[in-house]
């Protein structure tokens, strides 16, 4: 019987798959699981269904004697050594393809908290300052005519764009690399390069992996490209940004605002520059926090280990 360890309580249904399946499931019953259990985990369990809070970097991989699989809870791999697993004959598995929908809509709910105020004018009427109507209270922008900029233009930013046109914007993209727009987008959706997308974009949003060549890629000097002072969106990953950059950035007015689900580090301090500027407004990683979202990324990341040791029984049989 392989044996799974599941490293942080996440839907059910990931449970009850594995054991429909016959696997031994032990799932680690704290908010944080510190770094010794990882490297009991590589050396005694057969699979490993990882957060992205997971390290499973160099060090704890070179102890992996028992470890076959790893299904990692996200659609990144950035906490994971991949090179190094592939060399240690570990299988990497994630999930491409069940975020979608619940990252775009955040991205455009983020957006719509920026260019209307809303954070602001609930804690105006919270703080009771409200004392009646007005022609001038939270007076932000219409969406309708803007250019919405996107940075990666996989899946979730074609969703992205998806919406932002729903809402009458102008969507332009940059991509790592030349893509073929889907027929969908084909005459709303243009391909530009980065500095023509810096230079026309109302908003921006980050929708890309982190790599070597995408750490640190919106820096001060990135930011003074912005000729329009646009709103930045990031829901990818937080060292995308510089942090240190973004702070100098809002506060000399080179971005009208921002919006972070994503931080670097992550969690900030709590007396982070950031936290004292209204025009940054930051929510706690939860891209991906819905409830059809999050069960379905518990039943796909227990059935890449199904069917990964599955696979793996039937070759044997036939062997």
């Not at 696997?23 to 992205?52: C, H, K």
């Not at 997971?54 to 470890?67: F, G, I, M, R, S």
Request: overall charge positive; proline content about 4%; aromatic content about 8%.
């Amino acid at each position: 019987m392989k044996k799974i360890f599941i490293t942080r309580k996440i839907p059910k249904i990931a449970e009850d798959r594995l054991l429909e399946k016959k696997f031994q499931v032990t799932i680690w019953p704290d908010a944080f699981l510190p770094r010794e259990e990882l490297f009991y985990a590589v050396r005694n369990y057969d699979g490993i269904v990882s957060m992205l809070s997971d390290p499973l970097d160099e060090q704890v991989l070179a102890n992996a004697t028992q470890l076959q699989a790893i299904s990692n809870y996200a659609v990144g791999l950035d906490n994971i050594d991949v090179e190094c697993a592939q060399k240690l004959g570990i299988a990497v598995y994630h999930l491409p393809h069940v975020v979608t929908n619940s990252t775009a809509d955040l991205t455009l709910g983020l957006l719509l908290v920026l260019v209307r105020n809303i954070c602001q004018a609930n804690a105006y009427v919270r703080g009771g300052y409200w004392k009646g109507w007005s022609p001038d209270l939270f007076v932000g922008e219409e969406l309708s005519g803007k250019t919405l900029g996107i940075i990666g233009f996989g899946r979730i930013g074609q969703a992205v764009a998806t919406r932002a046109l729903s809402f009458g914007m102008k969507v332009v993209f940059s991509a790592l690399s030349k893509k073929v727009v889907p027929q969908a987008f084909a005459t709303k959706a243009v391909q530009v390069g980065q500095e023509e997308l810096f230079a026309t974009a109302d908003v921006i949003s980050l929708h890309i992996p982190l790599t070597p060549t995408t750490r640190g890629m919106i820096d001060l000097a990135s930011m003074r490209k912005m000729k329009k002072k646009p709103f930045l969106l990031n829901m990818a990953r937080g060292s995308i940004i510089k942090t240190e950059d973004l702070v100098v950035a809002l506060q000399e007015g080179l971005l009208q605002g921002a919006a972070l689900d994503v931080t670097d580090p992550e969690p900030l301090d709590k007396d982070h520059p950031l936290f004292f500027l209204r025009n940054c407004f930051i929510v706690p990683h939860i891209g991906t926090a819905t409830k059809e979202c999050r069960w379905n990324m518990a039943k796909i990341a227990a059935e890449n280990l199904i069917v990964h040791f599955e696979t793996i029984r039937d070759h044997q049989k036939k062997s």
